[in-house]
């Protein structure tokens, strides 16, 4: 069974540009989380997304969105980036509620 | 609000030495579910256990075993015999239970243990 996939796996940007991440999830895991991954914030939720509606989204700008297809891959999208938004972005999928989730190997972003 | 301290930032040991990750965690829900995850150089995060908030039983799955215990709202981690393999940073987070049955993990600052030869 293949595990979560990201692409691309690596991204370099300049300040001002906007950037699209995308993941597949597991087939027939519907729920889809994004994660953001800095050394000084850590692990912070970015959004949810089940049967493409964001459910729930962490405490980000609006610069930060994203969405959910029918076949439940999802795509993160970061407009007029800035230096600080690089990081690891990791996607997570869910097979139902309270279960563990699965992580993709991430997307790192340098902003330059 | 949900929390989740990892005060280990890091750790070394010698190759074969017993280790423990402490967890710690804050929450007002009375069900809630605990999870550890490794995460190795290349990034991914690799789930390790789910506990739930009414299974104090500890576990042990090879040289790897849990210690919960909801007294101290605490969920330790211990690696027996650690091999170098072992080598990553590791993370203990708490499931949030949101609207509509979203859910949402909130990680510790993780733990880097590094695994000497």
């Known amino acids: 069974k293949a595990g979560v996939t990201q692409t691309p796996r690596y991204l370099i940007k300049t300040r001002g540009q906007q950037v699209t991440l995308s993941c597949s999830p597991i087939s027939g895991h519907r729920s889809v989380s994004w994660y953001q991954q800095t050394p000084g914030q850590g692990l912070q939720f970015l959004f949810e997304?089940?049967?493409?509606?964001?459910?729930n989204k962490g405490n980000f700008p609006g610069r930060f969105s994203g969405r959910q297809f029918s076949n439940s891959r999802s795509e993160m999208n970061v407009s007029t980036l800035e230096l600080g938004d690089s990081a690891l972005y990791l996607c997570?999928?869910?097979?139902?509620?309270?279960?563990?989730?699965?992580f993709g190997q991430g997307t790192r972003l340098t902003v330059v | 609000a949900q929390k989740v301290t990892q005060a280990q930032t890091e750790i070394s040991v010698v190759e074969k030495e017993d280790v423990t990750l402490d967890c710690v965690y804050e929450?007002?829900?009375?069900?809630?579910?605990l999870f550890w995850y490794k995460q190795p150089p290349s990034g991914e995060l690799v789930f390790l256990i789910r506990r739930n908030s009414f299974d104090e039983q500890n576990e042990i799955s090879g040289r790897y075993s849990w210690n919960f215990q909801k007294s101290t709202s605490s969920f330790n981690f211990t690696i027996t015999a650690s091999q170098v393999v072992d080598s990553a940073v590791y993370f203990c987070a708490l499931s949030e239970l949101l609207i509509q049955g979203a859910q949402k993990l909130v990680f510790g600052q993780g733990t880097r243990l590094t695994i000497n030869p």
């Open positions: 929450t007002r829900d009375t069900t809630y579910y």
């Open positions: 997304y089940f049967s493409e509606t964001q459910r």
């Open positions: 997570a999928s869910t097979r139902a509620k309270n279960t563990e989730a699965f």
